[in-house]
């Protein structure tokens, strides 16, 4: 006669749970996804804008080297080249951002506010020789605080020897 062994296999569901996304979690991944998508956007758009500016800048530059109409004198060369002049629409030079016409410089300087301070009372004055007396009293010699003690304390005691004074 044959034997034939069986082995048993178990199934713990536990051990095994197929993936359920939740609305949360598929809400999350969805909108990890958009917010990729706009950067992803947002990088082309401000790459585009790069290129047309560079596109630009090159256009005016091949204006002036390949139009015979356009020769430069050193002045002119020194403006091309100085980067606080800026030439106005109608041809005009001026520097720019010079901030000759700036708010400040038109307006006449006025003094600083002085905060006025308050003056010191009675309470202040022996407030604090109060703290002096219960710091070295609550304090060891290396400036620690005793055991137990915090700065409340020092305070609560620094009040009641003021009352005291």
Same mark, same amino acid.
């Given at each position: 006669?044959?034997?034939?062994?069986l082995?048993?296999?178990?199934?713990?569901?536990?051990?095994y749970r197929?993936?359920?996304?939740?609305?949360?979690?598929?809400?999350?991944?969805?909108?990890?996804?958009?917010?990729?998508?706009?950067?992803?956007?947002? =990088?082309?758009? $401000?790459?585009?804008?790069?290129?047309?500016?560079l596109?630009?800048?090159?256009?005016?530059v091949?204006?002036?080297? =390949?139009?015979?109409?356009?020769?430069l004198?050193?002045?002119?060369?020194?403006?091309?080249?100085?980067? +606080?002049?800026?030439?106005?629409?109608?041809g005009?030079?001026?520097?720019? #951002?010079s *901030? $000759?016409f700036?708010? $400040?410089?038109?307006?006449?300087?006025?003094?600083? +506010?002085?905060k006025?301070?308050?003056?010191k009372?009675?309470?202040?004055?022996?407030?604090?020789k109060?703290?002096k007396?219960? =710091?070295?009293k609550?304090r +060891? +010699?290396? *400036?620690?605080l005793r055991?137990?003690?915090?700065?409340?304390?020092?305070? #609560?005691?620094?009040?009641?020897?003021r009352?005291?004074?």
């Open positions: 006669m044959r034997v034939i062994t082995v048993e296999y178990s199934f713990d569901r536990d051990d197929p993936r359920e996304d939740s609305f949360a979690e598929r809400e999350f991944r969805e909108r990890a996804m958009d917010q990729r998508e706009a950067d992803e956007r947002r =990088n082309r758009n $401000q790459e585009f804008i790069e290129q047309a500016e596109e630009r800048e090159r256009e005016a091949r204006e002036v080297v =390949n139009n015979p109409n356009i020769t004198d050193s002045s002119m060369i020194a403006a091309v080249n100085d980067p +606080k002049v800026e030439m106005m629409p109608n005009r030079m001026t520097i720019r #951002r *901030g $000759q700036s708010r $400040q410089n038109l307006l006449p300087r006025l003094p600083a +506010k002085t006025r301070t308050r003056k009372t009675k309470t202040d004055r022996s407030q604090s109060a703290l007396l219960a =710091n070295a609550m +060891k +010699k290396n *400036g620690k055991k137990g003690k915090t700065m409340r304390d020092v305070m #609560r005691l620094a009040h009641r020897l009352k005291k004074m």
